[in-house]
């Protein structure tokens, strides 16, 4: 299977607790490559553009303020079947039922601060990898 990519955020719970290392290392153990990263502080236009798909729910304002409320670093993740391997490697939404070695299991304050985010699919991970970055940014 060929090279894929997909599209991780480090949240801001992550971020504030100098976790970038530490989980850019368990990315990259799975067998993915950074091929692009930044470290950001989204603008609250931003997080409402990146989640729009979630403005009518009621958790939106919530997840627009946490996303805002800290650094974040943006990063294009490459390697065999990407959007699958990272999202296994971050592990279940709910951190309570996150596999053990999954980042979530390790690192996830709750539900909500559950420190990464990725792409659920590759049409997904290439429209959010266009959200936060130009082409000649991703050096793979």
């Known amino acids: 299977m060929a090279a894929t990519r997909t599209f991780s955020i480090i949240k801001p719970d992550a971020t504030r607790r100098n976790l970038t290392g530490a989980v850019t290392k368990m ?5 993915l490559r950074v091929v692009a990263s930044k470290r950001i502080r989204m603008s609250r236009q931003q997080a409402e553009g990146f989640y ?8 939106f304002e919530d997840l627009v303020a946490f996303m805002i409320s800290g650094p974040v670093v943006v990063q294009v993740l490459e390697g065999e079947d ?31 601060a559950n420190s990464v985010h990725g792409s659920d699919s590759e049409e997904n991970a290439a429209t959010e990898i266009a959200f936060f970055f130009k082409p000649d940014e991703i050096v793979g």
């Open 27 to 31: 990315l990259e153990e799975a067998g």
């Open 52 to 59: 729009a798909v979630h403005k009518e729910r009621p958790f």
């Open 82 to 112: 990407a959007v699958a391997r990272n999202r296994k490697v971050m592990g279940a939404t709910n951190p309570a039922n996150a596999d053990e070695g999954t980042i979530r299991k390790a690192y996830a304050e709750s539900i909500e």
